[in-house]
């Protein structure tokens, strides 16, 4: 049987039925180990904060408010070949993408993700400071290996943000989300989620593409500073009850790992109008603040390249590549 004695201990646990005990000595029989062991095994889980029930005559159970994102708890929903097989798990990190990053370096393969509680110094576009609530989000970062040219690297910005709103609608079919371009997810024009894509490439090719994404999942409003309560919000807030992470980490695999194989073979043609079709900002007017200048005019949509049409008031079109957009 492969995997740790605590990684088997856990399994069983999370197999069990909700309030069903499993005994000391089952346990030991289905790891294959002594009983210290399996008392040991436990007090590690506790440690790593799993709540465990125990009772003297029936053995041991998880509390079922036990809420992790681990590969214990992400592997049973998972239905894709590649994204998600392998699974860094961190209490708490400096940011998944620092983390993924040296890991690529180690030849971690296509569709690893590295996920975290916590991370003390997310960072989001443009190096901007990301809020993460510790044990009440996603904080992941998907490394994909695509055969693909470095100038095409922004476009899994695009690819991801399709593949995470198309995730929360299958399993949260009452909320309406849409896409601010290039790289947020709003419900009720408020945030909830943030992608980040890095590129580590030679002169003619990408190395690995680093897919950071982060979700606002079963916050409270009281979580977010004072600040950040008009213009963010999170899962729970919006359907009035929390969710299960673990399930959406799977879910968001299952479409990233779909949309990935569609653009490599036909590249962002075919995943342009799903874009489109989630956007909430095409057709609206808009300010668009680059780094050289502010633009104002009506979004008609995005290029074969991902590019940004922003019609101005003289009807010329311009193409926008990078700038803070707001709806006016």
Request: proline content about 3%; some cysteine; overall charge negative.
């Given at each position: 049987?492969?995997?740790s004695?605590?990684e088997?201990?856990?399994?069983?646990?999370?197999?069990?039925?909700?309030?069903?005990?499993?005994?000391?000595?089952?346990?030991?029989?289905?790891?294959?180990?002594?009983?210290?062991?399996?008392?040991k095994?436990?007090?590690?889980?506790?440690q790593?904060?799993?709540?465990?029930?125990?009772?003297?005559?029936?053995?041991?159970?998880?509390?079922?408010?036990?809420?992790?994102v681990?590969?214990?708890?992400?592997?049973?929903?998972?239905?894709?070949?590649?994204i998600?097989?392998?699974?860094?798990?961190?209490?708490?990190?400096?940011?998944?993408?620092?983390?993924?990053?040296e890991?690529?370096?180690?030849n971690?393969?296509?569709?690893?993700?590295?996920?975290?509680?916590?991370?003390?110094?997310?960072?989001?576009?443009?190096?901007?400071?990301?809020?993460?609530?510790?044990?009440?989000?996603?904080?992941?970062?998907?490394v994909?290996?695509?055969d693909?040219?470095p100038?095409?690297?922004?476009?899994?910005?695009?690819?991801?943000?399709?593949?995470?709103?198309?995730a929360?609608?299958?399993l949260?079919?009452?909320?309406?989300?849409?896409?601010k371009?290039p790289?947020?997810?709003?419900?009720?024009?408020?945030?909830?989620?943030?992608?980040?894509?890095?590129?580590?490439?030679?002169?003619?090719?990408?190395?690995?593409?680093?897919?950071?994404i982060?979700?606002?999942?079963?916050?409270?409003?009281?979580?977010?500073?004072?600040?950040?309560?008009?213009?963010?919000?999170?899962?729970?807030?919006?359907?009035?009850?929390?969710?299960?992470?673990?399930?959406?980490?799977?879910?968001?695999?299952s479409?990233?790992e779909n949309y990935?194989?569609?653009?490599?073979?036909?590249?962002?043609?075919?995943?342009?109008?799903?874009?489109?079709e989630?956007?909430?900002?095409?057709?609206?007017?808009?300010r668009?603040?680059?780094?050289r200048?502010v633009?104002?005019?009506?979004a008609?949509?995005?290029?074969?390249?991902?590019?940004?049409?922003l019609?101005?008031?003289?009807?010329?079109?311009?193409?926008?590549?990078?700038?803070?957009?707001?709806l006016?």
């Amino acid at each position: 049987m492969n995997g740790s004695t605590k990684e088997r201990v856990l399994q069983a646990l999370l197999q069990a039925k909700k309030d069903d005990y499993i005994s000391g000595a089952q346990l030991a029989t289905f790891c294959d180990v002594s009983r210290t062991s399996i008392w040991k095994a436990i007090q590690s889980l506790e440690q790593d904060g799993y709540t465990i029930v125990s009772a003297k005559t029936k053995g041991y159970r998880l509390d079922g408010d036990s809420d992790f994102v681990d590969a214990a708890h992400i592997e049973p929903y998972l239905q894709t070949k590649e994204i998600g097989r392998t699974i860094v798990y961190k209490k708490e990190v400096t940011s998944t993408q620092t983390v993924a990053s040296e890991l690529v370096k180690e030849n971690t393969p296509h569709g690893t993700i590295v996920i975290a509680e916590s991370q003390t110094a997310g960072r989001g576009r443009m190096e901007r400071p990301w809020e993460t609530t510790a044990a009440k989000g996603i904080w992941m970062t998907v490394v994909l290996r695509p055969d693909i040219p470095p100038h095409q690297a922004p476009q899994f910005t695009l690819v991801a943000a399709v593949a995470v709103i198309n995730a929360m609608k299958a399993l949260y079919p009452s909320l309406e989300p849409v896409i601010k371009w290039p790289n947020d997810i709003l419900i009720g024009g408020k945030k909830t989620t943030g992608i980040l894509t890095e590129m580590l490439a030679e002169s003619d090719r990408v190395n690995a593409l680093l897919v950071g994404i982060g979700i606002n999942m079963n916050q409270a409003m009281s979580d977010f500073p004072d600040e950040l309560q008009t213009i963010a919000t999170s899962l729970a807030v919006e359907l009035g009850h929390t969710v299960d992470r673990a399930e959406l980490v799977a879910m968001i695999c299952s479409y990233l790992e779909n949309y990935t194989q569609l653009y490599v073979k036909h590249g962002f043609s075919r995943l342009k109008t799903l874009w489109e079709e989630s956007s909430g900002t095409i057709g609206k007017r808009i300010r668009a603040t680059t780094l050289r200048e502010v633009l104002e005019g009506i979004a008609i949509g995005i290029t074969e390249d991902g590019v940004l049409q922003l019609q101005l008031d003289s009807g010329e079109v311009r193409g926008i590549y990078s700038a803070d957009i707001e709806l006016t």
